[in-house]
């Protein structure tokens, strides 16, 4: 039923889509541009459509949709066993300036979000992260000043970590910092009801944070529904919900642009087990990046996204690319310097005794081609080729909540 009434709104949204392409050299910054993928767009776009018309009734009849595996116990104990590894070790990483940039991106939302549901005066915010992995955005919400933190994740030593992270954060504090308070919760989120397990029941939240997570519950409707439900039900009126996720169109698009399964580089590898069909659950791909992440990721079709959003009454405020929040982002003079400090560039060419991420000229062509132009003073600040490709995947996304 609910695939029925669907099929008229993703039709529409699908003719309407607005997925811009472009290269994107920001003012300070010299990344890689798309690379000529936007002239497919259209073909895709149709193509994709078609594809969901036909996965609607496929729905109704398919023995397969039974045989489906459920991946969240896989995902769990691929987290589980994550390494936690200190700067020295993160530094020598191939990926480290893209995990940089990609920290810096979350410092910007968050930052960008903190504000708007502050608004004017000094109120007492509260925060829900969903998949909060092992804290990695614990600082963000310290130097948000938020006062309240539920961190929820499917992954128990995670959570652990998570936890431990807080308290030292905590015990190291001067002593007239407040550090807000903080619950720690390990639930499936995408299969129980958080709010049962909140200590404090009547516990309503300004802003629920879902980084890199929202697309492993793509599995199936019910668990992306859960997932969301989670996300929004405790929000307040004019409460956000943020995130960023795979961009389904972009994956697709590198795919199909393929002779194989399997697109990628020396950072990441994307890995789908058939091409041409792509259904709006459990359109299940392999994503393994540079020793951090090997796990089953699920396409999250964007439109159909928003359209179950509504159902909690989220309207969406933003959809960007990486590559466009990072352009617009860069104009300001605020974020350009958090991304010195957060080290989310690297310099090229690098500095003297210095190595770059890796020894292939080819990898940062981009970059030298910048240096080269009148005006433009090095070294200039970039991700080698690898890493632009392997960040600008992914998309940000803000709902917020009707009142
Ligand atoms: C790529 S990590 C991101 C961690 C953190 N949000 C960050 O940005 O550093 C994805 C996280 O999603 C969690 N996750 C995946 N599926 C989940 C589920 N069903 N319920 C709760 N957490 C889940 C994983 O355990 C992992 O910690």
Redesign the pocket.
Known sequence: MFFTLLHLFLTETMEKGEEKQGGMNGEEGATPGGGGRGGRELGLKSGMKRRHEEREDEEETSPTKKLVADH?KN??SH?NTLQEVGLAARSQSRIFYMRNFNNWL?SVLIGEILEQARGTGSRPVYVL??????G??LLKWRRGGISHLVC????EV?VEQCQTRYEDMKRKSHAKEKIFSAQFIT?????EVLSEKLDDPELMFDICSC???YH??FESEQ?ADM?LRNACERLKPGGFFIGTTPDAYELVKRLEASDSLCFGNEVFKVSFQSKGSYPLFGCQYHFNLEGV?DVPEFLVYFPLFEHMAKRYNMRLVLKQRFSEFFEEKMKKEQHRSLMMKMMALEPFPCEDGGQLATDSTEEYSHAKERCGRPGVRPPVGTLSRSEWDATSIYLVFVFQKMS
């Open positions: 969240s995902v769990a987290y979350k992260d969903l998949g909060c992995g092992k990695g955005d929820a994740d499917i992954a995670s639930a499936d989120c995408s299969k980084q890199f997570v492993y519950s668990k997932m992440v």
